[in-house]
């Protein structure tokens, strides 16, 4: 069993800067693949981000390609989604997931876990 606790979300200006966390508990966090999804009010959730289970592998929403950077640090359980350039349209419920690489790519439904979600706002 794996429990994700995401933080870092908050309130930060169009063009700005933030970072959210993702920790998980149990000794097996090494061995999954990351993800980040968010969810915008009154839209379906979208994937953001993935990196594989040592770092070697990230992968992008175009939406997010050349203004986020996904990363992770296996000795202290967590993963970071550095956010920068923000928009208003980045706005939305931040959550991250772990599991195979695959479902998080391309079948989110199949995750087996999931954070409880970290609120991001952007103003104009």
């Known amino acids: 069993q794996v429990q994700l606790v995401e933080s870092g979300g908050g309130l930060a200006e169009a063009g700005g800067s933030l970072r959210v966390s993702c920790t998980a508990s149990?000794?097996?966090?090494?061995?999954?693949?990351m993800g980040w999804f968010r969810q915008a009010p009154g839209k379906e959730r979208e994937f953001v981000s993935i990196i594989n289970w040592n770092g070697g592998t990230t992968y992008y929403a175009d939406s997010v390609t050349g203004r986020f950077t996904i990363s992770r640090d296996n000795a202290k359980n967590t993963v970071y989604l550095q956010m920068n350039s923000l928009k208003p349209e980045d706005t939305a419920v931040y959550y991250c997931?772990?599991?195979?690489?695959?479902?998080?790519?391309?079948?989110?439904?199949?995750?087996?876990?999931w954070g409880q979600g970290t609120q991001v706002t952007v103003s104009s």
């Open positions: 149990g000794r097996t966090f090494s061995t999954y693949a």
């Open positions: 997931a772990a599991g195979q690489y695959r479902s998080i790519r391309y079948v989110p439904n199949d995750v087996a876990y």
